[in-house]
């Protein structure tokens, strides 16, 4: 029988370590929502459109589910999306754009 043991830490930060992390959680969070908003909204729009009878090649372009396409998207938004973008690490926003592709993936796959 294999024995799997886990371990649990916790960080002793000093207040201004406690608003970074903070932060950094938030930014990948903003990221997430912002692209999962899109995404949804580019849905409806296509299944207003097609109730509408337009062809599609006429609906509204879909948005990359990709962590590629999603990032290209953030990228031409953030400065709008999160004015604040360059106070934190850019593999913030990546985090939540990575988290929400492999979420919309495994929901297109089931």
């Known amino acids: 029988m294999k024995t799997i043991q886990a371990y649990r830490f916790a960080l002793d ?6 608003r970074a992390v903070n932060a950094h ?3 990948a969070r903003v990221a997430h929502n912002w692209a999962l ?7 409806d729009q296509r ?7 337009l062809p599609d ?3 509204t ?8 396409g999603l990032r290209k ?3 031409a938004a953030k400065a709008d999306a999160a004015p604040w973008w360059g106070e934190v690490s850019k593999e913030a ?10 979420g919309l993936k495994n929901w297109a796959v089931s």
């Open 47 to 53: 299944t207003a459109e097609r109730s509408y009878g």
């Open 93 to 102: 926003f990546n985090t939540g754009l990575d988290a929400l592709a492999r």
């Open 57 to 59: 090649e006429l609906l």
């Open 25 to 27: 959680v938030g930014a």
């Open 37 to 43: 908003a899109r995404v949804k909204a580019v849905m």
């Open 61 to 68: 372009p879909s948005l990359p589910w990709s962590l590629a």
């Open 73 to 75: 998207a953030w990228n």
């Open 13 to 18: 930060l000093t207040p201004g370590q406690e």
